[in-house]
């Protein structure tokens, strides 16, 4: 079974001993390497931009009890999409949608 694992504790593992700013530049370099990662290869980028994707609109279909606390104005996408490992301002990644769906719609006809 999973069990939860505070933030703390992967901080601790990714520097032991280490103060918070060497906490910090592992964090920074773990976050580069991802990104790399996810540009460099074509599957995990697709899949990275479809959890973003996803993401988004989930937030965006909370209840309206929800959207008081959530509102999907106050989103951050640029902060979303670094967090999918992407490197890609959110109105990019949103053209390259849009040009995939053009591309199988011109595929279908």
């Keep these: 079974a999973l069990q939860p694992l505070d933030f703390a504790s992967i901080q601790a593992a990714l520097c032991p001993g280490g103060s918070t700013r060497d906490i910090y ?13 996810v540009v460099s290869e074509p599957f995990l980028q697709g899949a990275a931009v479809a959890a973003y994707s996803s993401y988004v ?12 606390v959530l509102h999907v104005g106050q989103l951050h ?3 979303v999409a670094k967090s999918f490992a992407l490197r890609e ?6 053209k390259q949608q849009l ?11």
């Excluded at 530049?25 to 990662?37: D, G, I, S, T, Y």
């Excluded at 609109?57 to 008081?68: D, G, P, Q």
């Design 57 to 68: 609109r989930a937030y965006a279909t909370h209840s309206r009890a929800v959207h008081k």
């Design 77 to 79: 996408l640029g902060h």
């Design 25 to 37: 530049l592992m964090e920074l370099a773990l976050q580069k390497q991802m990104e790399a990662r």
């Design 99 to 109: 040009k995939r769906k053009e591309q199988t719609r011109a595929k279908e006809s």
């Design 89 to 94: 301002p959110p109105t990019a990644i949103a």
